[in-house]
Nanobody
Framework: VQLQASGGGLVQPGGSLRLSCAAS????????MGWYRQAPGKQRELVAT???????NYSDSVKGRFTISRDNAKNTVYLQMNSLRLEDTAVYYC??????????????WGQGTLVTVSS
């Protein structure tokens, strides 16, 4: 199973970006999916998660600005980021709880995509 993240880049404060993360491989089902981020010199932190049924959870720092969504048919999770701030600069990682055809549940991580907010 692989997670491929894309969509990062350079954006000015107040701008928007949309991240995508597609899971591929021998996937039976995917439970929760999510986005985490790690800023320089800081620990990785939760940004947002979404269950298979669509229930969402956000960190307080992004609530009202970021929206997580998923397409179960495409095994893909998205993160729409609006009103970006300097402090949103980080490497963003996607995560998925994947059940394979052995019916074993494992946690998988994408490779990370860099988001830089700068004027």
């Amino acid at each position: 199973v692989q997670l491929q993240a894309s969509g990062g880049g350079l954006v000015q404060p107040g701008g928007s970006l949309r991240l995508s993360c597609a899971a591929s491989g021998r996937i039976f089902s995917i439970n929760a999916m999510g986005w985490y981020r790690q800023a320089p010199g800081k620990q990785r932190e939760l940004v947002a998660t979404i269950t298979r049924s669509g229930s969402t959870n956000y960190s307080d720092s992004v609530k009202g600005r970021f929206t997580i969504s998923r397409d179960n048919a495409k095994n893909t999770v998205y993160l729409q980021m609006n009103s970006l701030r300097l402090e949103d600069t980080a490497v963003y990682y996607c995560n998925a709880e994947v059940r394979d055809y052995s019916f074993i549940m494992r946690d998988y991580w994408g490779q990370g995509t860099l988001v830089t907010v700068s004027s």
